[in-house]
């Protein structure tokens, strides 16, 4: 049988995603109405290995569910990713009688967890990530009020594109995955739209849409490019110079991932939160939280880290035929 939970440990790891304070505090609460205690764990894994750990109770997460960010910090720590690192992340659960923990991140830090469920902590992974690229899950914490906040600042854009005659290429987040920049380019009904996992380098296809767009009257051109190609700068001086139409690049960076969350990553990650502390309660470990064809469910760690993702193809045609 297996052994009773009695404190859980929660932390944030990677990059930062609107709705993780949302996730810390439906964790949080659970676990106290559960009667567990529950240890807050700063700065992701660095934080974990440098003993940063601090006792929650209900007023720790009073007043979070509105902010982005995440009140426990976050942390790329690479000791961790050394089997000493991890090995004394283990100890400290230890130490700490942190019997369940919950790891909110990406799939970096999901690795991380792998690591410690094999070294025989209860971990449980909740998807926090703006960039929707964990392929366990259909949704991800974060991306929600990423691609929001990228959709608003990208019409704006539009407007003094359209004023000027210009051609704009707008480079948004992922560095691996286009779904941001597949969104974007959907709803703010761009142009181009160039993402890591489909972009051939091409761009003499990109100058010719311009110029027969340009003679079609259009008078401006939108282009989402996504973090991984970038060099958005340079590309703006080539496609200006190659169509005559003048071309500006805006960055729009790490403005995606701050902001108060939309409602659905607050209820997502309320729900998500919710799961990871019952599922540590009914004896489950190495698991990560997904929401999958319309309903939460539990994956175990090593099957949701093998699993492959893709853009789809059907949405990304859909994208090029409504572009033209
Ligand atoms: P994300 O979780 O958003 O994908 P990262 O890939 O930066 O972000 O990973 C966050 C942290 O998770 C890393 O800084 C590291 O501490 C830990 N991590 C990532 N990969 C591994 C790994 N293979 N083994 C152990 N820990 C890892
Ligand atoms: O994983 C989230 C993300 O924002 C990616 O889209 C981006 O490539 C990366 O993090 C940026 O990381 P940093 O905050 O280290 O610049």
């Known amino acids: 049988m297996a052994k009773e939970i009695n404190t859980i440990g929660v932390l944030t790891s990677g990059g930062d995603a609107p709705g993780m304070n949302a996730a810390i505090r439906a964790v949080v609460r659970t676990a106290l109405a559960q009667g567990k205690k529950v240890k807050g764990i700063m700065r992701g894994y660095q934080g974990l290995i440098d003993?940063?750990?601090?006792?929650?109770?209900?007023?720790?997460?009073?007043?979070?569910?509105?902010?982005?960010?995440?009140?426990?910090?976050?942390?790329?720590?690479?000791?961790?990713?050394?089997?000493?690192?991890?090995?004394?992340?283990?100890?400290?659960?230890?130490?700490?009688?942190?019997?369940?923990?919950?790891?909110?991140?990406?799939?970096?830090?999901?690795?991380?967890?792998?690591?410690?469920?094999?070294?025989?902590?209860?971990?449980?992974?909740?998807?926090?990530?703006?960039?929707?690229?964990?392929?366990?899950?259909?949704?991800?914490?974060?991306?929600?009020?990423?691609?929001?906040?990228?959709?608003?600042?990208?019409?704006?854009?539009?407007?003094?594109?359209?004023?000027?005659?210009?051609?704009?290429?707008?480079?948004?987040?992922?560095?691996?995955?286009?779904?941001?920049?597949?969104?974007?380019?959907?709803?703010?009904?761009?142009?181009?739209?160039?993402?890591?996992?489909?972009?051939?380098?091409?761009?003499?296809?990109?100058?010719?849409?311009?110029?027969?767009?340009?003679?079609?009257?259009?008078?401006?051109?939108?282009?989402?490019?996504?973090?991984g190609i970038g060099h958005s700068s340079s590309m703006a001086k080539r496609i200006e110079a190659a169509t005559g139409m003048e071309t500006r690049a805006t960055i729009l960076g790490h403005m995606q991932r701050g902001g108060s969350p939309s409602c659905k990553d607050r209820v997502y990650a309320s729900i998500m939160g919710a799961y990871a502390v019952d599922a540590l309660c009914e004896g489950k470990s190495s698991r990560v939280v997904a929401y999958k064809k319309g309903e939460y469910i539990d994956i175990d760690i090593d099957e949701a880290l093998a699993m492959s993702k893709d853009i789809s193809e059907y949405e990304y045609n859909i994208s090029k035929v409504l572009a033209r």
């Open 51 to 227: 003993e940063e750990i601090i006792d929650m109770d209900k007023h720790s997460v009073s007043d979070i569910i509105q902010k982005g960010g995440t009140i426990l910090g976050t942390a790329r720590c690479d000791d961790f990713r050394t089997p000493e690192g991890q090995q004394r992340g283990a100890e400290v659960c230890r130490k700490y009688g942190i019997d369940g923990l919950v790891v909110i991140g990406g799939d970096g830090s999901f690795q991380g967890a792998q690591k410690l469920a094999h070294l025989g902590v209860n971990t449980i992974g909740i998807p926090g990530t703006i960039d929707l690229d964990i392929a366990c899950t259909d949704y991800t914490i974060g991306f929600d009020t990423a691609v929001n906040t990228a959709m608003e600042a990208i019409d704006k854009v539009r407007d003094t594109s359209t004023s000027h005659e210009r051609c704009s290429i707008i480079e948004v987040m992922g560095r691996h995955a286009g779904y941001i920049a597949l969104w974007c380019g959907l709803a703010n009904g761009a142009e181009d739209i160039l993402l890591p996992e489909r972009y051939n380098h091409d761009e003499q296809k990109i100058i010719n849409h311009i110029i027969d767009s340009r003679k079609l009257g259009k008078k401006h051109h939108l282009i989402i490019n996504a973090e």
